[in-house]
């Protein structure tokens, strides 16, 4: 249980168009899904959150306006890298929060690999 | 905010050892902490983790330990094997994760 699948795997875009990444939680539904980015051999930084039908809050030094997140339904939260430059190509994932459980456990995809020409 | 650390940064093990990973936080009132295992190219794996109400946990081969006066915990894998070779990510949670900066596990047959 707890699965999360996120669309594409991988994608290659060219500098200036904007890219969406969904993420969908398969087997539960997600009150909170949080969306990081991982550059080569670093770590996951927290990018923003997003509650079901509200605007999703963002971190510190992250522009909500050219990553545009939409937490439509409960098991369905979508990313959109507007206006893509070369230094937004990393390693995208996103995670869910189960309704049930434990309050902070959080289950991730598989992640996005962006590559900006 | 709070802050992990996590030590060591690269761990080399042969297999059927014990491999342990060290995290330490800052904020005393973080409550969650989850170890990740992330192989090459995937997203990260949840493989155990430990509330502040409980100082041992047990799956198996793997266990974590919580010293909330220290403010640190561990992960400990036993028995290590080839496919327990990834990279290991330690975090803390006070309603959002604060992730350390990662272990590479390499264990040799």
């Known amino acids: 249980g707890a699965v999360v699948s996120q669309h594409p795997s991988w994608v290659i875009c060219k500098s200036g168009t904007s890219v969406k990444i969904e993420c969908r939680s398969l087997d539960f539904q997600a009150t909170t899904m949080f969306w990081y980015r991982q550059f080569p051999k670093q770590s996951l930084m927290l990018m923003a959150t997003s509650n079901e039908g509200s605007k999703a809050t963002y971190e510190q030094g992250v522009e909500k306006d050219k990553f545009l997140i939409n937490h439509a339904s409960l098991t369905l939260s979508t990313l959109t890298v507007t206006s893509a430059h070369p230094e937004d190509s990393s390693f995208y994932i996103c995670?869910?929060?189960?309704?049930?459980?434990?309050?902070?456990?959080?289950?991730f995809g598989p992640g996005t690999r962006l590559t900006v020409l | 905010g709070e802050n992990v650390e996590q030590h060591p940064s690269t761990l080399s093990v042969q297999e059927g050892d014990s491999a342990v990973i060290k995290c330490t936080y800052s904020d005393s009132a973080s409550n969650y902490f989850p170890w990740y295992k992330q192989e090459l190219g995937k997203g990260p794996q949840l493989i155990i983790d430990i509330r502040s109400n409980v100082g041992e946990k047990k799956d198996q081969r793997i266990a974590v330990t919580l010293n909330k006066t220290a403010k640190h915990f561990s992960l400990h894998i036993t028995e290590t094997q080839p496919e327990d070779s990834a990279v290991y990510f330690c975090?803390?949670?006070?309603?959002?994760?604060?992730f350390g900066t990662g272990t590479r596990l390499q264990v040799f047959p």
């Open positions: 975090a803390a949670s006070l309603g959002k994760l604060i």
């Open positions: 995670s869910g929060q189960p309704l049930a459980g434990g309050v902070d456990t959080q289950y």
